[in-house]
């Protein structure tokens, strides 16, 4: 009789993958960010308000820039993963976030998974368990090698077609 496929630790993105992720993941969200009132100011607002952009906030300006990138995180994360299963850093890598049995995960869980990385000191999690995070645990995801899970699947469902017809 036939077992799902489950992921294992050898399917696993690596610690130092993991840490590329953020760094490449980062550098995009802050270049998106600083790029959004250039283009606005050069292409939509007349010169006339251009010093009007964004009006000033009661926020202090280290929360407000806070703010402001988690929110560019939460989008650039939630768009990508849900779209593409994998952000800009993860093609790059060669990984790809999918569910326990290797399936691509659904909106929700992606939704948590996102929500997830606003936890203080999250970006290192992954560092204290088998290389998952606390956004992967929590939303049962996993960030594995994206080749080596088609190989794993592949072999795996393989092998179970050729028991099967013994």
Same mark, same amino acid.
């Given at each position: 009789?036939?077992? #799902?496929? %489950? $992921? *294992?630790?050898? @399917?696993? &993105?690596?610690?130092? !993958?993991?840490?590329?992720?953020?760094?490449?993941?980062?550098?995009?969200?802050? *270049?998106?960010? @600083?790029?959004?009132?250039?283009?606005?100011?050069?292409? $939509?607002?007349?010169?006339?308000?251009?010093? %009007?952009?964004?009006?000033?906030?009661?926020?202090?300006? !280290?929360?407000?820039?806070?703010?402001?990138? =988690?929110?560019?995180?939460?989008?650039?994360? #939630?768009? =990508?993963?849900?779209?593409?299963?994998?952000?800009?850093? %993860?093609?790059?890598?060669?990984?790809?976030?999918?569910?326990?049995?290797?399936?691509?995960?659904?909106?929700?869980?992606?939704?948590?998974?996102? @929500?997830?990385?606003?936890?203080?000191?999250?970006?290192?999690?992954?560092?204290?368990?088998?290389?998952?995070?606390?956004?992967?645990?929590?939303?049962? *995801?996993? $960030? $594995?090698?994206?080749?080596? @899970?088609?190989?794993? %699947?592949?072999?795996?469902? #393989?092998?179970? #077609? &050729?028991?099967?017809?013994?």
């Amino acid at each position: 009789m036939a077992t #799902n496929f %489950k $992921v *294992t630790e050898d @399917l696993l &993105a690596s610690n130092g !993958q993991r840490l590329l992720h953020n760094i490449i993941d980062y550098v995009i969200i802050y *270049t998106i960010i @600083l790029s959004i009132p250039a283009l606005a100011a050069f292409f $939509v607002i007349p010169p006339s308000q251009q010093g %009007k952009i964004f009006p000033q906030t009661p926020l202090p300006d !280290q929360l407000r820039q806070i703010v402001i990138f =988690m929110t560019g995180l939460l989008l650039y994360a #939630n768009v =990508m993963e849900i779209f593409f299963s994998r952000t800009i850093a %993860k093609f790059i890598t060669g990984t790809i976030v999918v569910l326990e049995d290797g399936s691509r995960p659904d909106a929700n869980a992606i939704l948590i998974r996102s @929500l997830c990385r606003l936890i203080p000191f999250d970006n290192f999690s992954f560092l204290f368990r088998p290389r998952r995070g606390w956004h992967d645990s929590l939303s049962n *995801t996993y $960030v $594995v090698n994206n080749a080596a @899970l088609e190989n794993a %699947k592949r072999a795996f469902y #393989n092998d179970d #077609n &050729a028991s099967e017809t013994d």
